[in-house]
């Protein structure tokens, strides 16, 4: 049977006939599928995440955790984790992207890294999974398997797979040693939603994981979808920084420091993601994500020219893309 039709049919019994008509709300870069179900007074959402490929459960529990915490997330009002059928309360469809420019961004930025803190100060260890070593250099490898041997067509030599080893195991060991809190791990204009209470509504988060505190931040602040100056992130930086210290959060006592923290995880994710792009074009026939990697690169490519342990990435990101070495400030 159709999973749409099945998806109908489950509505009818959980909503006990009232009527209803059910419109796309929006597909994400998995095989999860949203709709808006449009009733007499309001409307919900129904995910359609089909089973073996997606996993219900962990999007309850986590659901529940955020919601805890004070989080906006969507309540859970019916599910069908069998099947992979869950009824949602429903955030709106004004994402943050939709919203976000230089008047409103200060606010909106504002709010978010409010509610992050929230969710941090939350945390507690052996909840959700550990963003170990493990899970972190698996997602570097993304980089190496989509975006240079699928996506460019390269082949690394030995020196250049030390190289990629050698960045993956200095960010490694940075991102490591890091405060340890919650991650909802893509946290950034996507998945915020613009809500009247509680702002920002936040989607997306069934991935979360217990790793570096400024994860969410670099997501938030160097968004793949969305650019600033980089004037612009680290004033935010610090207005997140301010009051997560004074707050107790792990966070480092020297601003400077929590920086580099914040731009070495920025580059593993900036290295995950490239991968991720590469990976939902090559193997998914996702094309819309090849115009945001340029601006993933570029994040990537900043980060290091500025410090001295991640040049040899720089270089081989030059001798891959045939690019001269740019003149910059480094520290």
């Not at 931040?217 to 210290?245: F, G, H, M, N, T």
Request: proline share 5%.
């Amino acid at each position: 049977m159709d999973r749409k039709i099945q998806l109908e049919n489950w509505l009818k019994e959980i909503l006990n006939a009232q009527p209803f008509t059910l419109a796309t709300a929006s597909a994400d870069a998995s095989f999860r599928r949203y709709f808006r179900a449009h009733l007499q007074d309001k409307t919900l959402i129904a995910m359609d995440a089909p089973p073996p490929q997606e996993d219900c459960t962990p999007f309850v529990k986590i659901a529940k955790l955020f919601l805890d915490a004070g989080l906006n997330v969507p309540e859970v009002l019916a599910q069908d984790l069998t099947n992979g059928f869950l009824l949602l309360s429903d955030l709106g469809d004004d994402t943050y992207l939709s919203a976000l420019d230089h008047d409103t961004a200060p606010e909106l930025y504002l709010n978010a890294t409010d509610a992050l803190i929230k969710l941090q100060l939350a945390s507690r260890p052996n909840i959700l999974p550990n963003y170990d070593e493990a899970l972190l250099t698996r997602e570097m490898q993304l980089l190496p398997d989509w975006y240079i041997a699928k996506h460019l067509q390269a082949e690394l030599d030995a020196e250049q797979l030390a190289i990629l080893k050698n960045t993956f195991d200095v960010l490694n060991k940075n991102i490591l040693a890091q405060g340890q809190v919650y991650v909802h791990r893509d946290y950034h204009s996507r998945n915020l939603m613009l809500t009247k209470q509680n702002n920002p509504g936040v989607l997306d988060f069934q991935d979360a994981v217990y790793g570096a505190i400024t994860y969410d931040l670099v997501s938030l602040l160097k968004d793949a979808y969305i650019s600033w100056e980089e004037e612009q992130i680290i004033d935010w930086a610090v207005r997140y920084w301010q009051p997560a210290r004074k707050a107790g959060l792990p966070v480092p006592a020297d601003f400077s420091e929590f920086y580099r923290d914040f731009e070495w995880m920025g580059a593993q994710r900036h290295i995950k993601v490239l991968g991720i792009f590469a990976r939902l074009y090559h193997r998914d026939g996702k094309s819309g994500y090849l115009k945001d990697m340029p601006l993933v690169m570029n994040y990537l490519r900043k980060v290091c020219e500025r410090y001295a342990e991640l040049r040899p990435m720089l270089k081989l990101l030059n001798q891959l893309e045939n690019k001269q070495p740019q003149v910059g400030y480094t520290f």
